[in-house]
């Protein structure tokens, strides 16, 4: 079984692909203060509530915080009795970067490249809803030749909890109406429908600058609550960056 990590500012991903599926994605809390010991016990149990064995074959990381690298190569090396393997660089898997500089590319947004690019063939913008909404972009070629960074919804709700005294916290739900009758729906109304205008601000203009067809996917964990609002993107799909991943491993990072 081949294990697949991608640890976001707030929260890690957890996958687990045997055969020819993914049989149990988690996502759990990004705690810089978490040792080994803990995530063994904590991934223990969720394996076997999903009656899974506590077992690999092969351990992928991709990383945004670079303090938890040495806890996952501990937690690899003492509960799975294997050596971790972190995709850093467009250059590892064949993947062209047009950034400047190229290091400075996310490993997580490789992933997304790779899976987009092999996924579809064609160029595309991958929207990742996380802590930042990130816009990965890969050409006609294949290549990876950047995109844009926006704040995460949930980093603009706390933003806009945090500086007004008297505006109530709300979920994030659509509204049946833009015109909001009460102080919540009138929130949900400006939020909702005015991030989805900003990704489909942004991805429209990605789209105009590249050449051919373009496809617009979303994934992370929020991305499916705005796939209804949004007229750019096509599909969202939640397990983009762990493909990615899986596809890293298969290609160049297998022991």
Known sequence: MLWAIDVGNTQTVVGIYDGDRWRATWRVQTDRERTEDELIATLRTLCDHAGLA???DGFVVCSVVPSTDIVWERFAAR???VAARFLRTGAQVG???DYNPPHAVGADRIANALAAWEQFRSACVVVD???ATTFDTVDHRGHYVGGAIHP???????????RTAKLPLFALETP?????KDTVSSLQSGFMYGYAGAIDAIAKRIRSELTGPVKVVSTGGLGNLFLSLCEEVEVHDP?????GLRLAWERALRI
Do not use: W
């Open 239 to 243: 397990l983009l960056t762990l493909e």
């Open 152 to 162: 995460g919804p949930m980093v603009a709700l706390e933003s806009l909890a945090g």
């Open 176 to 180: 049946p109406h833009a015109i909001g």
């Open 129 to 131: 809803f996380g802590t």
């Open 95 to 97: 993947v062209e970067v």
């Open 54 to 56: 506590f077992v690999a």
């Open 79 to 81: 509960g799975l009795s």
